[in-house]
């Protein structure tokens, strides 16, 4: 199935630094979700969006859902250990029952 | 508040050997509900979907099958079981007519 282009596909940043991430898709959505997954746990939701443009913060979190539709980025200000996992991107659209996910961005920590 | 469950945790079957995968809300009415697989280290595949009882939708033709037979229920099988079935299995809900979906702990499955 189709999936989303998720960039980077992998981080390595020292604690305290900033996060950038974005997905990108040749369709356009209605909604762009943003998930994290721990480690042999299944993926929690961080962030949802709903409207081309609107920025949204959770804590430390950003997202913003791109004005064409087609895109949607995730920054995470002043990195902690508890950040590590990999984040996935999701677009929706109304009528469709199912979510087109990235691949997938794995952050990591150096000490 | 909405909860989702998943049984077992992990499993650890021989090839060949029937499976059952349970998935059950808490918390809500009339869900879609949905079974993922995940390789390691790999993203998320859709195997089946269902927008009500006795409704199943399947993405990928495989040697596996699904079954809602309650609103809040959803259960993944398979016959015989193949060593490439291993993997990471996620089931998650949505309400109907929105698209945020909330996914449960998981079940990993282990096949030898």
């Known amino acids: 199935g189709q999936q989303l282009n998720q960039s980077p596909q992998s981080m390595f940043i020292q604690e305290g630094e900033d996060v950038s991430m974005n997905c990108t898709s040749s369709s356009i959505f209605n909604t762009w979700l943003w998930y994290k997954q721990d480690p042999g746990e299944g993926p929690v939701l961080l962030i949802a969006?709903?409207?081309?443009?609107e920025l949204t913060s959770n804590g430390r979190l950003t997202a913003q859902f791109g004005i064409t539709r087609k895109d949607s980025f995730l920054n995470i200000s002043a990195s902690i250990p508890s950040d590590v996992g990999i984040y996935f991107c999701a677009g929706g659209y109304f009528g469709n029952e199912k979510l087109t996910f990235g691949t997938g961005t794995r952050l990591t920590i150096i000490p | 508040s909405q909860t989702i469950h998943q049984w077992p945790a992990t499993l650890v079957q021989p090839v060949g050997s029937p499976l059952s995968l349970e998935c059950t809300v808490e918390g809500t009415s009339n869900p879609n509900l949905y079974w993922y697989r995940q390789a390691a280290g790999r993203g998320l595949q859709l195997l089946f979907y269902s927008v009500g009882i006795g409704q199943i939708s399947s993405e990928v033709p495989q040697n596996l099958s699904a079954s809602r037979p309650q609103d809040r229920q959803f259960i993944l099988s398979s016959k015989k079981l193949l060593l490439s079935d291993s993997g990471f299995y996620l089931c998650?809900?949505?309400?109907?007519?929105?698209?945020?979906?909330?996914f449960g702990p998981g079940t990993r499955l282990t096949v030898l």
């Open positions: 969006l709903y409207k081309a443009g």
């Open positions: 998650a809900w949505t309400r109907r007519s929105t698209d945020t979906q909330y």
